[in-house]
T-cell receptor, first 114, second 111 residues
Framework: DVKVTQSSRYLVKRTGEKVFLECVQD?????MFWYRQDPGLGLRLIYF???????EKGDIPEGYSVSREKKERFSLILESASTNQTSMYLC?????????????FGQGTRLTVV | KQEVTQIPAALSVPEGENLVLNCSFT??????LQWFRQDPGKGLTSLLL?????REQTSGRLNASLDKSSGRSTLYIAASQPGDSATYLC??????????FGSGTRLLVRP
């Protein structure tokens, strides 16, 4: 089974802290994604990466950065956490190509910034 | 810009009913469409993936269809059970590998 593992289920951080959310996948997928999910706004893409050290901005990249030094790991960084970044964060991975590019998600990280 | 819409936003049915969830998208140039299930406070679980060249996929009591030309997909759930209660999300994948999501249908199956 494909496994996408997020490092924490719940996090509480203070305003201004630098926050790292880690995601690891074990299926050698080229593509990895970070989404945030908020009530009434659905899932919004923050960043995605289609290869090691490659990244592209999604719809809401402001206040975030990412790092992909190894194929299996994709990190989301909140440079200076703010209360409006309180949300559910979801990581996903998928293979590249045109066939059978099923995406798999981690269990989510509920981040609260106080 | 691709937009994905899911109707209805919420649905409540008695146990045993067959039901249909709808998903529509504005740009037919998709690579695939995927249906997910999400339980409260949890991540997304993949249910079915339909490639753009396929018309339908089946898994147990679930059947998903795709009509790319009209920009529509349906998820059919047969003989619904209380354990099917969850939010169901559809997503389409475009040529950049991004997944674009609908806002979901919240399903409650009453015992």
């Amino acid at each position: 089974d494909v496994k996408v593992t997020q490092s924490s289920r719940y996090l509480v951080k203070r305003t201004g802290e630098k926050v790292f959310l880690e995601c690891v996948q074990d299926m050698d997928h080229e593509n990895m994604f970070w989404y945030r999910q908020d009530p009434g706004l659905g899932l919004r893409l923050i960043y995605f990466s289609y290869d090691v050290k490659m990244k592209e901005k999604g719809d809401i990249p402001e206040g975030y950065s990412v790092s992909r030094e190894k194929k299996e790991r994709f990190s989301l960084i909140l440079e200076s956490a703010s209360t409006n970044q309180t949300s559910m964060y979801l990581c996903a991975s998928s293979p590249t190509g045109h066939l059978n590019t099923e995406a798999f998600f981690g269990q989510g990280t509920r981040l609260t910034v106080v | 810009k691709q937009e994905v819409t899911q109707i209805p936003a919420a649905l409540s049915v008695p146990e045993g009913e067959n039901l249909v969830l709808n998903c529509s998208f504005t740009d037919s140039a998709i690579y695939n469409l995927q249906w997910f299930r999400q339980d409260p406070g949890k991540g997304l679980t993949s249910l079915l993936l339909i490639q753009s060249s396929q018309r339908e996929q089946t898994s147990g009591r679930l059947n998903a269809s795709l009509d790319k030309s009209s920009g529509r997909s349906t998820l059919y759930i047969a003989a619904s059970q209380p354990g099917d209660s969850a939010t169901y999300l559809c997503s389409v994948r475009d040529s950049s590998y991004k997944l674009i999501f609908g806002s979901g249908t919240r399903l409650l199956v009453r015992p």
